[in-house]
């Protein structure tokens, strides 16, 4: 069993910066591949970025592209994601999951942390 714990989120105004962090339980976090979704009020979950276990290759959201940057610590267990030049439709919970090595889904969610954006 895997565990995600997030953290970071706040109220911020537009055009600010904000990192989370996502830390995981689990000797094995090296071999999952991690990403970061989100979900504002009223509206569908959708991915964001990810960043794969081997090669440490990231993509991203058209949405986010150039703004965000996913990276991770192997060392300590722990994803981020770094959020520059924040807009207020970039205002959601933002979840981090875990995709074990050989696994074809997202197993493993966090409970999410808040991103407010003000104009």
């Known amino acids: 069993q895997v565990q995600l714990v997030e953290s970071g989120g706040e109220l911020v105004q537009a055009g600010g910066s904000l990192r989370l962090s996502c830390a995981a339980s689990?000797?094995?976090?090296?071999?999952?591949?991690m990403a970061w979704f989100r979900q504002a009020p009223g509206k569908e979950r959708e991915f964001v970025a990810v960043?794969?276990?081997?090669?440490?290759?990231?993509n991203y959201a058209n949405s986010v592209k150039g703004r965000f940057t996913i990276s991770r610590d192997n060392a300590k267990n722990t994803v981020y994601l770094q959020l520059n030049s924040l807009k207020p439709e970039d205002t959601a919970v933002y979840h981090c999951?875990?995709?074990?090595?050989?696994?074809?889904?997202?197993?493993?969610w966090g409970q999410g942390t808040q991103v407010t954006v003000s104009s």
């Open positions: 999951a875990a995709s074990p090595r050989g696994s074809s889904s997202w197993d493993y």
């Open positions: 689990g000797r094995t976090f090296r071999t999952y591949d």
């Open positions: 960043i794969r276990w081997s090669g440490g290759s990231t």
